[in-house]
C-alpha cells in the first residue's frame, strides 16, 4: 500500500501545466462569493483544479497526507485514498459519501505515529511562551523612523503582487514539468492576474486593524472572517467552518485541522511586517495574533518568519543577514526553526545553485506542495541565490515549483521593500488590485498603500 505522500508525489510528477500563453485562466470569482456544500463539496474535495494553473489536486488525499506530516500514523485513512478515487471516477457519489465519512473519521481517531521526528521538537502555542521560546531578538524598534516609509510600503505592496501574478500561472506543478513547457521563465507568462485567494485575509487584517489598531485580538479577525469571507481553502476552509460553529480563536485554527502546518499564514505574513516597518517583535506578534486564527505551531511560526522578514527589509538589505536573522523569532526548537536553519544550511554550502535545489526539493519530497516547509524553502532558495534581484528571484522561484505565488509574493514584497520593483515587473499591473471580496472587487493599489502607511505609524 502506498503512503498519502507518495500518491500526492505522483500525482504532481505527473501533472503537465497548462500553457497559459495558449489558455484562458480559470478563476472564477463567483465560486469563492458562495460556499459549495453536500455533494457539490464532495466533489470538490475529490477533484479540483488549481484557479489560475489549472494543476489538479485532490484535497481528502492531501488532508491525509497532511496529518501524517503533522505526526499522526494514517494507514487507516490511506487505505481508503485509492477506493475514493475510483468511486468519484465511476460517479458512485452515494458510496463516495459513506467512504469520506469513513476517512474523516479515520483521521479523527488516528493514532499518534511516535516514530514521527516531529515529537521531537518543542511548539509552543500560547504568545508569551512563544516568546521565551525565540532566540536573540529586540523588543523595540531598530530604527524610530524609516526614511520613505509610504514609498516603501507601496513598492512592498507593488512587489508582493507582482510575484502572486508572476506565480498564479504555475502553482502546483513540479520544477521538472514548469521547465518543460515553459523552459527558463524571467517574465510574466501571461497579462499579470491580481486576483487570487492570498491577499484577501491580508485586506481582511487591515479592516480590523483600521478599527482597532493594536488592540486588535484573534477573536477580532476570526469574526471579520466570517463577515467578509464565504469559502477558503485547506487550512482557511476547516478555520471558516470552525469559526460558523461557534469555535472562536485560537481553537478555530487547531480543532480538527489537518491542515494547520500549511502555507496559509505564512502566505499573508507581510501585512504584518508593513504593520511594523523595522519593527520585528511587533510584526511576529501581529502574526502570531493573525496565524492561530486559522493554523497552529509550525504553522504560526510561518506567519511569523514572513511577517519578520517582511519588517527587518525596512532597516537592513543584506538578503542573507536578514534570513538568519528573521530566524531568531521563531521558537528556537521548534520544528519550523529547525526547517528554515536546515535549508539555510543548505543553500550556504552550496555554489551549484541546481544541486542546492535538488537537495531542497529531496528533502521535502513527502510534504504537500502546499506545506509551508517546501515553499520556506524555497523563499530561503530564491533569496538567497537571488542576489537582491527580483527577476532572478522570481525565475529561481519557478525553478523550485510548489506554491510560486504565494513564495512569490513574500518574495517579491521583501525584494521590493529594500529596492523597489523594477518596471519589468510594476508597469503591467498598473493601479489595479482585483479580489472577490464584496465591496473590494477592484481596488487601487496606490491608495492600499497609503492606508497602510497611515496605519504603520
Not at 511562551?129 to 524610530?144: D, L, N, P, R
Not at 502555507?263 to 520585528?280: E, F, H, K, T, V
Request: glycine residues 8%.
Amino acid at each position: 500500500m502506498k503512503k498519502a505522500w507518495q500518491l500526492e508525489r505522483e500525482l504532481r510528477d505527473s501533472a503537465i501545466p497548462l500553457d497559459r500563453r495558449l489558455h484562458q485562466s480559470n478563476w472564477s470569482v463567483e465560486e469563492y462569493q458562495k460556499a459549495p456544500a453536500g455533494d457539490d463539496l464532495l466533489r470538490l474535495f475529490w477533484s479540483s483544479n488549481v484557479p489560475g494553473s489549472g494543476a489538479p489536486e485532490i484535497p481528502y488525499q492531501s488532508m491525509v497526507q497532511a496529518l501524517g506530516n503533522k505526526g499522526f500514523n494514517v494507514t487507516a485513512a490511506e487505505i481508503l485514498i485509492p477506493q475514493g478515487i475510483e468511486f468519484f471516477k465511476q460517479e458512485k457519489i452515494d458510496d463516495l459519501r459513506v467512504l469520506t465519512v469513513r476517512l474523516l473519521a479515520a483521521l479523527n481517531e488516528a493514532p499518534m505515529d511516535t516514530e514521527n521526528p516531529i515529537h521531537t521538537f518543542q511548539h509552543p502555542g500560547d504568545w508569551e511562551s512563544t516568546v521565551q521560546a525565540m532566540g536573540k531578538i529586540k523588543m523595540e524598534k531598530i530604527i524610530a523612523k524609516v526614511p520613505d516609509l509610504g514609498e516603501k510600503i507601496y513598492q512592498g505592496w507593488i512587489g508582493q503582487l507582482a510575484g502572486g501574478s508572476f506565480g498564479t500561472a504555475i502553482e502546483g506543478y513540479t520544477s521538472t514539468q514548469i521547465a518543460k513547457v515553459y523552459g527558463e521563465i524571467r517574465s510574466y507568462i501571461t497579462h499579470p492576474e491580481t486576483t487570487n485567494d492570498d491577499v484577501v485575509y491580508e485586506l481582511i487584517f487591515l479592516d480590523v486593524f483600521k478599527r482597532l489598531g493594536r488592540t486588535l485580538t484573534s477573536v477580532d479577525i476570526g469574526l471579520e472572517w466570517v463577515h467578509q469571507i464565504q469559502f477558503g481553502w485547506s487550512a482557511e476552509w476547516v478555520a471558516l467552518r470552525n469559526l460558523n460553529n461557534g469555535i472562536l480563536p485560537p481553537q478555530s485554527g487547531s480543532f480538527q485541522n489537518p491542515y494547520s502546518h500549511w502555507i496559509g499564514a505564512q502566505m499573508r505574513g507581510m501585512i504584518c511586517g508593513m504593520l511594523a516597518p523595522a519593527w520585528p517583535f511587533e510584526a511576529a506578534r501581529l502574526a502570531h495574533l493573525d496565524g492561530v486564527v486559522s493554523h497552529d505551531s509550525n504553522g504560526v511560526y510561518g506567519e511569523i518568519y514572513a511577517a519578520v522578514l517582511t519588517s527587518l527589509a525596512f532597516a537592513k538589505n543584506d538578503i542573507r543577514k536578514l534570513l538568519w536573522e528573521a530566524l531568531e523569532y521563531v521558537p528556537q526548537k521548534s520544528q519550523y526553526h529547525a526547517v528554515v536553519k536546515e535549508s539555510l544550511e543548505i543553500c550556504a554550502s552550496h555554489e551549484d545553485i541546481t544541486l542546492a535545489r535538488e537537495r531542497l526539493e529531496k528533502r521535502f519530497e513527502q510534504y504537500n506542495w502546499i506545506h509551508a516547509y517546501p515553499n520556506i524553502a524555497a523563499v530561503v532558495f530564491a533569496l538567497w541565490f537571488g542576489n537582491g534581484d527580483m527577476t532572478e528571484s522570481f525565475s529561481l522561484l519557478a525553478k523550485a515549483g510548489y506554491d510560486v505565488d504565494c513564495n512569490g509574493g513574500l518574495v517579491g514584497n521583501v525584494l521590493g521593500i529594500i529596492s523597489g520593483v523594477p518596471a519589468q515587473w510594476s508597469k503591467p499591473i498598473g493601479d489595479l488590485l482585483e479580489t472577490y471580496i464584496k465591496g473590494k472587487e477592484k481596488l487601487s493599489i496606490r491608495v492600499l498603500a497609503d492606508r497602510t502607511a497611515r496605519l504603520s505609524i
